[in-house]
């Protein structure tokens, strides 16, 4: 079961394109949410990278200049069972996975979503093509046990980075849209002592991937959170191949 905080930023360094992307939101989200940052480096590292040194080194730089120490953390290699062995011991982390453009290569860091539903245990950020500095938040709630788990990680993400939260609401179904905005107001209430959260409930009506990316794509925010499962439908899936913005994953 997932935690509902972050304690560590994970951030895998393979030396590629995408490698630089997922330092770029490591750091922005490390040094945004006073978060460690651990780079993951592998010892068979992939075909094209630069050498251990350079790697490391351009890691630290990059690091040193936003005034951050990270961690390093040496991997057999980059496949999920590696990473997850090699970070077992590190409590709630957040793993950083770039997905990929039309234009880049591929590498083994590319199948984000499939990566994450096979072996996600705690929480998972898919970054998008570009970087995006992040200054509001959207979660999709549906009052699901998993969602339950994908509000409390928001609510945390949102006091601690001092984020907006548009609660989304996706339903054809007006009691339902009622029932879930009434549990919201419940949640809040209860949890107001932890401090205050600037949130809103947007109610949409639509296919859940189509309504979710159209919103994504209207601007209003800059990360998505939402709670998967191994069975979820082909929508989800979608959200997670197309959005323009990052989505952090729960489950």
């Not at 549906?142 to 996706?170: F, K, M, N, Q, Y």
């Amino acid at each position: 079961m997932s935690s509902a905080a972050i304690h560590t930023i994970l951030v895998p360094l393979s030396g590629l394109t995408l490698s630089s992307r997922a330092v770029a939101y490591g750091i922005y989200t490390a040094k945004r949410l006073t978060l460690p940052l651990i780079g993951l480096y592998a010892e068979r590292p992939l075909e094209g990278s630069p050498t251990e040194e350079i790697l490391l080194g351009n890691f630290q730089e990059d690091c040193r200049r936003s005034d951050i120490f990270p961690g390093l953390r040496k991997l057999q290699d980059f496949s999920a069972e590696s990473i997850k062995a090699a970070t077992k011991d590190i409590d709630s982390p957040l793993l950083l996975l770039p997905r990929s453009g039309l234009d880049e290569g591929q590498n083994l860091l590319t199948a984000a979503p499939e990566f994450s539903l096979r072996t996600l245990t705690d929480h998972l950020m898919i970054l998008p093509p570009q970087f995006l500095e992040i200054e509001s938040m959207g979660l999709i709630y549906d009052g699901r046990p998993e969602s339950d788990l994908a509000l409390a990680l928001a609510a945390t993400l949102s006091r601690s980075a001092v984020w907006p939260l548009t609660i989304l609401l996706i339903s054809e179904d007006q009691r339902q849209i009622a029932s879930l905005s009434e549990q919201l107001e419940d949640y809040f209430e209860q949890n107001d002592n932890e401090g205050p959260i600037d949130w809103i409930v947007v109610a949409l009506s639509g296919p859940e991937d189509e309504t979710a990316l159209q919103f994504i794509r209207d601007g209003s925010i800059e990360l998505l959170v939402m709670a998967v499962t191994d069975m979820d439908s082909p929508c989800r899936s979608r959200i997670l191949q197309e959005s323009r913005i990052p989505l952090i994953v729960t489950r």
